[in-house]
């Protein structure tokens, strides 16, 4: 069933998909993954999306126009973002959310912070706090808010994609009894602070994309939504053709690891660079290959390339050809890169301290994972030396693991049923 093309079945039944960007210029996790998801329920659904007209998440520029369009045949909402507060606002907002004011500091190293915030209660968070704590995080998109409540009842059911942002904190709780909550959300000090303390118990149905995901959170918040499954995404393997070559500035000639993603610090990516300059001086002959756009502004080396942002050819051409994909992050609730990498047959190495990537590895037996440079060279310098019979056994374990796990089948069958449960009445 291509997207776009309605089952009759399921037709009737009206989805808008919440996400703070959308297109297929977006580079990033969260946001594939509603684009992919959007495209497949558009075969089961009438989907619309509901999303800002930015495109990058550093300060949320407005970069598409504001109104309707259409992106691989479905409906686009844009609405425009908006900076309303002053960075003196934010930051101390922020210092307020974290429990980092400039004084705090100072209380603590004389040993009186315990007694007077117990007397005073300084470390309150108002409710200005938290307003203006999210209207810096963004993408403050109020008209987007707006719609979502002037139009609740042209639909069916509201999927609200990412914990963090702002369309999903003010969002979701208009339309919680409509709500399908996808949290992306991984074991980080933001969770759990002031402005998500109740975000998980607004929505009728939290799909989660693993059950680590799940653990993390029903250990973590005292309320919760107890209807929940765990859905993830369906993987399809991407065929190239066999004679395909990407410009010549991409052919290299030499052995290299790939890294796939933007390239920024909560990535893992400066450590991974410190890492590999190290790993290099061993192996001069090997390079890493970063595939992303670059919010680090790393400086390009013998040891590590930089391709920008290319094509979906140019990358699983780069991929097939590399000895394997490396992904530092210790921040991941499901990781598309990695699961795509897998069903290529390529080996990933990932960091340890990810839960959910060391599942990944744990289970499929396809890969390894490094918890600190020690590991990081061992396991390199393995990869390395592996001969072409390990190298296919790898590749045949992660391509069952993804095809065992993630198929757009059991997804879609999953999200029916929650669909199904959200439009039932409620008693």
Known sequence: MQPGKHKNSFSLKKIAIVVQRYGNEVNGGAEYHARIL????AGRYHVTILTTTALDYFGWPNHYAAGETVVNGLPVIRFATLHTISG??????YRAIFGRKKYFKILRRLGLFDFLNKKFDLSRVTQRDI???LFGQGPYCPELIDYIKNNADEYDVFIFFTYLY?????????????????????????????PYENIFAVPRFIMYNT???QRLVERRFARYCKNTDVAGVGIDEFVLEQDYLPGEELRFDFPYFVYIGRIETNKGCAELIDYFNRFSEK?????LVMIGKDFLGVEPSDNILLTGFIDEKDKYYLLKNSLGLILPS??????LVTLEAMIQGKIVVVNGGCEVLKVHIDKSDAGFYYTDYPSFEQTLTKVIRLSEEERSRFASKAKQYVTDH??????LTKFDKAIDFITQPTL
């Open 131 to 133: 307003d203006d704590f």
């Open 88 to 93: 003196h606002r934010r930051r101390k907002a």
């Open 283 to 287: 192996h001069p002959a090997v390079k």
């Open 211 to 213: 059950e680590s995901e």
């Open 166 to 194: 702002y369309p999903t904190v003010a969002g979701m709780p208009v339309v919680s009894a409509k709500a399908l909550f996808i949290p992306t959300a991984h074991d980080e000090e933001v969770m759990f602070t002031k």
């Open 330 to 335: 210790r921040y991941e609730s499901l990781s």
């Open 38 to 41: 959007a495209e497949h329920l």
């Open 406 to 411: 993630y198929t757009w089948g059991e997804v």
